[in-house]
């Protein structure tokens, strides 16, 4: 096994990571007044990207094949649900990553 | 400090359960390819970024160019140039912390830290810190397990990784209830369905955050005037 080669991948891979989480504070973050569309975006951005996410995770589910992507759907909609009822983070994901393992590793 | 631990740690206990599952299966992976627990470790220490470490592995196994490996890192990792704009205020104060604590802003770090408020009687920038380096460890612990003992687990840990899925989930509704401007997240989620669908599950990502982005800036006026009427 090479070692350098290994390692040159581990150096580029941190550096490209590091830089694009760096690049917006060395661009805006001087001190001062944030410019104004750049602190609107920054407030406006989370709700928008927590869905993004949402998504991001359920990309590779097969909506028209299989199992229709029915266990990752129920899931979501079960932890959601139980967060709107009762806003009790640990309990919305324990029980919907409970239900999601006993059907995942049973039924289907 | 104590008390610090007491009162974070049970923000970050679905991120463990995420972060340690998925890093034993990126261990596991990593074992398979013939690369042991001391580049397991060195990969969650040093790039801290969960899909990037699943797909070095692949390039590694292929012999990629450092160019493709710097190309497709960025394409992969985009998302965190968006991720800072949230953050630039609330880290200012942070001191010498500030650099821990940008190099940590994985997604689920950004999610807990603008989906949750500081606990009441923590510093701020004790809260931040103490989130960002939990979650590290649970990866880096999760990353090492998976390549020394990951075959060796007793019990069949299928699905659940679906916990960081169930967080994001918990979190859509959290900003749900915290905004009353639901657009973001109503155009979040349509514009990333969309662009899945146009541009399939390998690279929806950047076309969907500039979209999102744009359309945000565009619509500021109108969500200027939904806040002031919160």
Known sequence: MNDTYIITVIAVMAMVTIALRFLPFILFDHGEQLPKWISYLGKVLPPAIMSMLLVYCLRNIKLVEGNHGLPELICVGVAMLMHFWKRNTLLSICVSTILYMIITQSVM | ?230
């Open chain 2, 1 to 230: 400090m104590k008390q610090i631990i007491k009162q974070v740690f049970p923000q970050t206990i679905p991120v463990m359960a995420g972060y340690i599952s998925l890093g034993i299966a990126f261990g596991l992976l990593l074992q398979s390819k013939g690369y042991g627990p001391i580049w397991a470790f060195l990969m969650s220490l040093f790039i801290y970024a969960g899909s990037a470490q699943f797909l070095a592995v692949e390039l590694l196994a292929a012999g990629a160019t450092l160019i493709q490996v710097a190309l497709l890192t960025f394409l992969l990792n985009f998302r965190h140039l968006f991720y800072g704009l949230s953050m630039i205020e609330k880290y200012r104060g942070t001191g010498i912390r500030k650099f821990y604590l940008i190099f940590g802003l994985t997604d689920e770090t950004y999610a807990l830290l603008t989906g949750y408020k500081t606990p009441d009687g923590l510093r701020d920038k004790d809260y931040y810190f103490a989130v960002t380096l939990m979650n590290q460890f649970y990866w880096v612990l999760g990353c090492v397990l998976g390549s020394v003992a990951g075959s060796i687990i007793p019990f069949d840990m299928t699905g659940i990784d679906f916990a960081m899925t169930a967080l994001f989930a918990v979190l859509v509704v959290e900003q749900w209830k915290t905004h009353k401007a639901h657009l973001p997240a109503i155009l979040g989620f349509v514009i990333t369905t969309a662009a899945l669908y146009i541009f399939g599950a390998d690279s929806f990502l950047i076309p969907a955050l500039i979209v999102m982005s744009v359309l945000l800036l565009c619509l500021k006026d109108t969500l200027k005037q939904e806040k002031a009427n919160e």
